[in-house]
T-cell receptor, first 116, second 109 residues
Framework: GAVVSQHPSRVICKSGTSVKIECRSLDFQATTMFWYRQFPKQSLMLMAT?????????EQGVEKDKFLINHASLTLSTLTVTSAHPEDSSFYIC????????????FGQGTRLTVV | GIQVEQSPPDLILQEGANSTLRCNFSDSVNNLQWFHQNPWGQLINLFYIPSGTKQNGRLSATTVATERYSLLYISSSQTTDSGVYFC???????????FGTGTRLTVIP
């Protein structure tokens, strides 16, 4: 199957700083990528859809100024958590689907963010 | 949005036992996938199965799209099968996957 790589896998940052998470599709081009958030022992919640060359689409209740998404190329999307606070601590995971619709989605390894 | 419910929420099995996990969804879908989330959080793709039946080793899955449910069968369970199983669906005409509530499976020796 297709490979989606996410970096970093784990990050600890101080309250008030910003953190950038990268998501790359390694062997296919993805015009659309997806960002999810998962709290302990809960399901994955879709945060936003990242569109190459245009603005991201955010799900209801997700602060677009807090979670900045940039999809600069067909293989890279980034999520920046701005002015992070302890309540932003969570597991963030990205996804991309192979070309063609509908198609199978593949997920990155996830990033565990801890804000202290 | 679409509602995705999984049952049971928790399941404890003796090694070697068989099990069936269920995923119900509230609207028509063009994509349904089953995942196994390992202890490190990685989502492992099990099946891409918007309809029909597939088998892969000890695992098989069936989706009856007209009745809005999917089943994941695990036979001869092993301790390495432990973890959380998610189904995820995309509504017809949409690209984004929405995840179910998950089933936490524990297989004991």
């Amino acid at each position: 199957g297709a490979v989606v790589s996410q970096h970093p896998s784990r990050v600890i940052c101080k309250s008030g700083t910003s953190v950038k998470i990268e998501c790359r599709s390694l062997d296919f081009q993805a015009t659309t990528m997806f960002w999810y958030r998962q709290f302990p022992k809960q399901s994955l919640m879709l945060m936003a859809t990242s569109n190459e060359g245009s603005k991201a689409t955010y799900e209801q209740g997700v602060e677009k100024d807090k979670f900045l998404i940039n999809h600069a190329s067909l293989t890279l999307s980034t999520l920046t958590v701005t002015s992070a606070h302890p309540e932003d601590s969570s597991f963030y995971i990205c996804s991309a689907r192979e070309p063609g619709s509908p198609s199978e989605a593949f997920f990155g390894q996830g990033t565990r963010l801890t804000v202290v | 949005g679409i509602q995705v419910e999984q049952s049971p929420p928790d399941l404890i099995l003796q090694e070697g036992a068989n099990s069936t996990l269920r995923c119900n969804f509230s609207d028509s879908v063009n994509n349904l996938q089953w995942f196994h989330q390992n202890p490190w959080g990685q989502l492992i793709n099990l099946f891409y199965i918007p309809s029909g039946t597939k088998q892969n080793g000890r695992l098989s899955a069936t989706t009856v799209a007209t009745e809005r449910y999917s089943l994941l069968y695990i036979s001869s369970s092993q301790t390495t099968d432990s973890g959380v199983y998610f189904c995820a669906v995309a509504q017809t005409g949409a690209n984004n996957l929405f995840f179910g509530t998950g089933t936490r499976l524990t297989v004991i020796p």
